[in-house]
């Protein structure tokens, strides 16, 4: 019986415009409730973020593992968080300056996204599309604080190539370009699978009773943890090989869909 499903945000559960039929999770909502099923969305988005995209209502009792899930909130608090020590965060962001000059890096600390006053409005729109707090400074030096993550937009999509010459802080750091233009870095071996097996140990769920969804490189060790893992018909083929089915594309309300009819399902035949 499933107990918890996870879902990515960003080309998953989020249609290509950023959003989600909000009748249709309602819908849905109202039958894990019934069922007592925990929903969690799990994405490189920071924790405020996901809580203003489904609004105060919407966001209630639900289990966000945000900042690349780094972080756990629950009902307005942080239950987990493991962060990313400010030497070697510093030590990165450094190396990433000397690699290009023409990429955003967001460097992300416990209150706030911190980007440089440089960044230009186009690129600092799309960072408040993943992040609700963020802050401008003239040198990212100037943060003293340890990182809850440290991610890279590059609109010339090199992340590929990118992370590869990031390859001195493997051994430090967990590191991973989900897509050509994206680049997250977090605390070593600190991951959306080991952020999961943390909640799944919270609420005392296991491998077989857990649904979870995505489409990004990023994903892999998400589905890997659970038993019901779906790629979505638009993800990466990497992630499709280790999903055990594919569903419909996050323009198709894939999520969604599949929750409601493998729900409706498990609701029968309890009877």
């Known amino acids: ?28 909502k109202k039958m894990l409730n019934v069922q007592g099923i925990e929903f969690a969305p799990c994405t490189g988005k920071q924790c405020e973020r996901v809580e203003e995209l489904f609004g105060p209502e919407l966001s209630k009792d639900l289990w966000i593992l945000g900042d690349s899930a780094t972080r756990i909130k629950h009902n307005g608090e942080f239950v987990y968080q493991s962060l990313l020590p400010n030497k070697i965060g510093l030590s990165i962001i450094e190396k990433l300056e000397k690699i290009a000059e023409n990429q955003t890096i967001i460097a992300c600390t416990s209150t706030a996204a911190v980007i440089k006053s440089s960044v230009s409005e186009d690129e600092e729109k799309i960072v408040r599309g993943s992040y609700q707090v963020v802050k401008s400074v003239d040198n990212l030096k100037e943060i003293t604080d340890d990182f809850v993550k440290i991610t890279v937009f590059d609109a010339h999509k090199r992340c590929f190539e990118t992370v590869k010459e990031l390859d001195e802080f493997k051994d430090q750091a967990y590191l991973v370009a989900s897509e050509a233009a994206w680049i997250d870095i977090s605390n070593y071996n600190v991951h959306k699978g080991t952020t999961v097996n943390k909640l799944q140990e919270i609420l ?12 990004g490189l990023n994903d892999i060790e998400l589905l890997a943890c659970a038993d019901y893992s779906f790629a979505m018909r638009n993800g990466f083929e990497e992630t499709k090989k280790v999903a055990n089915f594919i569903t419909q594309s996050n323009d198709e309300n894939g999520v969604l869909n599949t929750i409601k009819k493998i729900i409706s399902l498990q609701e029968k035949s309890t009877y």
């Open 1 to 28: 019986m499933i107990k918890l499903i996870l879902t990515d945000m960003d080309g998953t559960f989020l249609n290509s415009q950023g959003s989600f039929d909000k009748e249709l999770y309602i819908q849905v």
């Open 204 to 215: 005392g769920v296991s491998y077989e009773e857990t649904m979870a969804f995505g489409d």
